[in-house]
């Protein structure tokens, strides 16, 4: 069976007038509507034993005009707009601040809508990353409403729609990267910030046009593993930045021994063979690579004795 897809409705602008050149035109209704009134039993009464109907209905009329276009004046504050609807069809939206006058049967409902550019600040969300570790991580959505017509319309609640929307965008994006300790060149959560702020960005975008909502800035706020295995990971990581500080070390201290035999040699200082070449090696390592203080021992005799 064939669906007819939802109608995304697009925000236009309409025209309404300025309140403070209506407001003299309805101060004036009140006493006019109740000088006619008066004149239709002063001067009709007398005259015919009954009111002047017609001068009579107008001011009934006139009255309840009156009363109506009241309610037709509204304000907008800066960064505000307000969307009106006539009898269920959208009509346009007013975004300039001020005092206005539109039509009095505008309807009341959902009307305003905030312009402020706003943050969410999600909260923790407990998920896995790529490699399946439960991991911690919150971010912070910075967000304004763009499109008054979709934000009113296409969705039954903007600021609801934009707490699910983060938080499944957030879940969806710890599950597309490793936590860190990437392959070459991979990106992480942990090492690629600006890679994963953009695309966190990309996807809310994706995922809040629907409800004509602009994101300006996405970023993590929070990200740890989870309390379960954080210290499992600690220690990972402590015995990997061991290990590679081993492997500095003992690739700088080969380069050292290296250039000495090479100076010892091209200056002639004395003359190794091979054995006395690796024990000169050991003890040059040791030195270099011990990690405590090293405490020379003078040999007084020969290698051979």
Known sequence: MNMESQTSNRERAVGVLSGWLVLPVVLLMLPACIGLLIYSFTQGMPAQ?????????????????????????FTLQPNEARVLVLFGAYRGTVRSSGFHWANPFY?????????RTRNFNGERLKVNDKRGNPIEIAAVVVWRVED?????????DYDHYVRVQSESAVRHLASCYAYDHGED???????????????????LHQRLSKAGVVVDEARLTHLAYAPEIAQAML???????VIA????????????????????????????????????????LVVLCGETEVHPVINT?????
Do not use: C
């Not at 979709?150 to 969705?155: E, L």
């Not at 290296?258 to 054995?275: G, I, N, S």
């Open 245 to 284: 500080a081993r492997e500095k070390i003992v690739h700088g201290a080969v380069g050292m021994v290296d250039m000495a035999l090479r100076e010892l040699a091209a200056k002639q200082v004395l003359t190794l063979d091979d054995e006395r070449k690796a024990a000169m090696v050991s003890n040059l």
């Open 185 to 203: 060149r991979e990106v992480t959560l942990r090492s690629g910030v600006d890679e994963v702020s953009v695309a966190l960005r990309q996807e």
């Open 301 to 305: 005799g020969t290698l051979y004795a």
């Open 107 to 115: 309807s009341k409902a959902r009307m305003k809508v905030s312009l």
């Open 235 to 241: 220690r990972r990581q402590q015995a990997e930045a």
């Open 148 to 156: 008054t017509a979709q934000a009113t319309f296409d969705v039954e």
């Open 49 to 73: 034993g009954h009111p002047y109907w017609w001068a009579f209905i107008t001011a009934i009329l006139g009255l309840i005009s009156w009363v109506v276009a009241l309610s037709g004046f």
